[in-house]
Nanobody, 128 residues
Framework: EVQLVESGGGLVRPGLSLRLSCTAS????????MGWFREAPGKEREFVAA??????????ADFVKGRFSISTHSRAGKQTTDLQMNSLKPEDTAMYYC???????????????????WGQGTQVTVSS
């Protein structure tokens, strides 16, 4: 079983940056993709970014391309997946969730069904 714990959320002014981290522990042998999703009040959970394990191929939603960057590394038996968010906008305000999935479907690995393990989420608020 895989456990995911997110950290790094908070309140930030528009135009600034924030870095989210997701620490995964447990049985990682069947995990081939790590992703980030977000859910704003009154909206559905949406895909943000994903990275393939172990190749490191990255996938981004159009609305974050050029602003967000996903990376991952393994240390001491734990896989950490970071989401670097630059040039933040008020519309980026949401609860951000880390997710792990057992398959990599390339460009199509951006749906909720591609992921079977979820973290509890970390709140990001972009406001002046």
């Amino acid at each position: 079983e895989v456990q995911l714990v997110e950290s790094g959320g908070g309140l930030v002014r528009p135009g600034l940056s924030l870095r989210l981290s997701c620490t995964a522990s447990g049985f990682m042998s069947n995990v081939y993709v790590m992703g980030w999703f977000r859910e704003a009040p009154g909206k559905e959970r949406e895909f943000v970014a994903a990275i393939n394990l172990p190749a490191g191929i990255q996938l981004y939603a159009d609305f974050v391309k050029g602003r967000f960057s996903i990376s991952t590394h393994s240390r001491a038996g734990k896989q950490t997946t970071d989401l670097q968010m630059n040039s933040l906008k008020p519309e980026d305000t949401a609860m951000y969730y880390c997710a792990a999935g057992p398959y990599w479907r390339g460009y199509y690995t951006n749906t909720l069904d591609d992921y079977d393990t979820w973290g509890q989420g970390t709140q990001v608020t972009v406001s002046s």
